[in-house]
């Protein structure tokens, strides 16, 4: 660490979300400071950098996970070079937050996970914020304090405005879905054991192509039941709506939206009214997740600082929930393309000491 003991941090990759994590180490992370920054556009990295005292631009990502300035290292770059930086980052010994996906394929997660495995302490943290939220902390609390017996099925709603034109199908269940994949995982504390994708009309207003909306549906090792509706390009904002069902009672999250109100049309006329209901919706996942992701940093950071101490620099969901993930949506892939239930394929997580 630095002389003024703050964890000496590299952020790979700068642009949308590393730019925001920067920011946010910079501005609102206690214990840590931006030493070197990287990206394919070293202009972009040199304006970033400029902005902070002390930070340097390292033009080769490897480089700058060796570096001996470099304590611990954020991830942020695009998903195919994240095997080659992690695999850098576990033989320097570097702490890493790695945005999703863990890799692109689930034969290469799987040898990370291995890999870190053989180290004997965990290193990897993956980038999944929602169990960050205070929402599905509260959720997450309710079903394991038992208040509603046992949970039976969930329904959960993923909807953006727009995606980019190079978006495809299939990166909707990778992009998207993913995120529904690890609350799965998170709030029931079992493996997904089957995904069935269907292909609802398409939107008009989508982009040639491109199957959207869609609906998942997840199976989990105890029988409880997931479906999933997936709509990226609604043209209104951003929203993400989780309700579990259980035995003796239902809870809901995702109106997170400021004032919700009801009331009629006729309120204060002396008239009877149509009913009305509504408040403002996220614009984007910046503005929906952003307390989520300011926890999320700031419990890696002090995870990282005291992770000599206890041989685990991680304090979130780590390989191994990439590689599930990864998994998952392999299977999700697949049911999309073959409109059928597939199985998902995973070693047992007891077959990896460490894992």
Not at 73 to 87: D, F, I, N, R, Y
Not at 169 to 193: G, N, P, W
């Amino acid at each position: 660490m630095s002389e003024s003991n703050d964890l000496r941090i590299a952020v790979l990759g700068v642009g949308m979300m590393g730019a925001d994590h920067v920011a946010r180490i910079t501005d609102r992370i206690k214990g840590a400071t931006v030493a070197v920054v990287n990206d394919y556009f070293t202009e972009k990295a040199e304006e970033i950098a400029a902005g902070i005292p002390g930070c340097r631009v390292v033009n080769d990502p490897l480089d700058a996970i060796a570096d001996p300035g470099v304590d611990a290292v954020v991830l942020a770059t695009p998903g195919p070079t994240h095997e080659k930086q992690l695999l850098a980052c576990l033989e320097h010994g570097k702490p890493v937050m790695c945005e999703k996906p863990l890799t692109t394929d689930v034969a290469t997660s799987l040898e990370i996970v291995k890999a870190e495995a053989e180290l004997g302490k965990k290193l990897i943290q993956v980038g999944f914020m929602r169990r960050f939220d205070h929402e599905y902390e509260q959720l997450k609390a309710l079903i394991d304090d038992g208040v509603f017996g046992r949970v039976l099925l969930a329904h959960c709603v993923h909807r953006n405005p727009v995606v980019p034109p190079s978006f495809d199908s299939s990166m909707i269940v990778k992009d998207s879905l993913v995120h529904e994949v690890d609350v799965t995982r998170f709030l029931f504390d079992e493996e997904i054991t089957s995904v069935h994708v269907l292909k609802p009309a398409a939107n008009p207003g989508a982009p040639e192509g491109l199957q959207d909306p869609q609906i998942a549906f997840f199976s989990t090792e105890s029988g409880r039941h997931v479906d999933v509706e997936l709509f990226v390009t609604t043209g209104v904002a951003y929203e993400v709506r989780t309700e579990i069902v259980a035995e003796k009672g239902s809870a809901f999250i995702g109106l997170d939206v400021g004032l919700v109100r009801k009331h009629s049309t006729g309120a204060g006329t002396g008239r009877s009214g149509a009913g009305m209901y509504g408040g403002e919706i996220t614009p984007s996942f910046k503005e929906r997740f952003g307390q989520a992701y300011d926890v999320e940093i700031q419990r890696w950071v002090n995870a990282v600082r005291t992770g000599a101490e206890t041989g685990n620099y991680v304090d979130g969901p780590g390989a191994w929930d990439g590689y599930a993930a990864a998994a998952v949506c392999a299977a999700g892939v697949q049911s999309l393309e073959m409109g059928e239930r597939v199985t998902v394929e995973m070693v047992d997580r007891s077959s990896i000491p460490g894992a």
